[in-house]
């Protein structure tokens, strides 16, 4: 079964320090995937995907993610953190649906606590 | 704004009722999907439909059923609430469901329902 992992429930850093989000990820073939951020009482917004090409794929609000086929790993990154980055973080694969249709599978998401 | 739109954004109902959450899709988006989220359980997903017609399944309860018109809006039908169901219901949409299209799933910002 296609899977992703995020291993940490919240990561903290303090504003203007590289950030990173961490996401593994169990897929046969190869993965299409997703990170999507979740505000306070806002729905999911879509940040970037890798499908395929450059390993380094930028995404909305600065924010960044690198995929490591050898280590089955798509971490999300920020070079300077903002206060305002403060969320939920999912990362999410496309996944077959039973009748062969995709779906996305999320992981548990990260809370992403940025301090002043 | 992704573009796909939830109705009613929050809703409060007595367990046993019934209720109706409405999505509109992106413009052009053919492919609908229900997701859940809890705070146990996370996001899960629930059904998937496509022009009209269901695609794929995932847990969700025999009391829960959608449907997509033919003007592509969906709705999911909740009845029989228990106080367990009390979470955020998402519609996403994308532009096809075939697995190996780079689309992307864009989500609503959910409607809120509490059991009491």
């Known amino acids: 079964a296609q899977s992703v992992a995020q291993p940490e429930d919240q990561v903290n850093v303090a504003e203007g320090n590289p950030l990173t989000v961490k996401c593994t990820y169990s897929?046969?073939?190869?993965?299409?995937l997703f990170w999507y951020v979740q505000y306070p009482n806002r729905g999911l917004q879509f940040l970037l995907k890798?499908?395929?090409?450059?390993?380094l794929v930028k995404g909305s609000y600065g924010f960044e993610a690198e995929f490591n086929k050898s280590q089955t790993s798509f971490h999300l990154k920020k070079p300077s953190a903002l206060v305002s980055d403060s969320a939920l973080y999912f990362c999410?694969?496309?996944?077959?649906?039973?009748?062969?249709?995709?779906?996305?599978?999320f992981g548990t998401g990260t809370r992403l606590l940025v301090s002043p | 704004d992704s573009g796909v739109t939830q109705t009613p954004k929050h809703l409060i109902t007595a367990t046993g009722q019934r209720v109706t959450l409405r999505c509109s899709p992106r413009?052009?988006?053919?492919?609908v999907y229900w997701y859940q989220q809890s705070l146990d359980q996370g996001l899960q997903f629930l059904i998937q439909?496509?022009?009209?017609?269901?695609?794929a399944k995932g847990n969700i309860l025999e009391r829960f059923s959608a449907q997509q018109f033919p003007d592509l809006h969906s709705e999911l039908n909740l009845s029989s609430l228990e106080l367990g169901d009390s979470a955020l219901y998402f519609c996403?949409?994308?532009?096809?469901?075939?697995?190996?299209?780079?689309?992307?799933?864009?989500f609503g910002e959910g409607s809120w329902l509490t059991v009491v």
């Open positions: 890798y499908i395929t090409g450059d390993n």
């Open positions: 999410a694969v496309r996944a077959y649906g039973d009748t062969g249709f995709q779906k996305l599978v």
């Open positions: 996403a949409s994308a532009a096809t469901d075939v697995y190996f299209s780079g689309n992307t799933i864009y």
């Open positions: 897929v046969s073939g190869n993965p299409y």
């Open positions: 439909y496509y022009n009209g017609e269901e695609r």
């Open positions: 413009s052009g988006d053919l492919s």
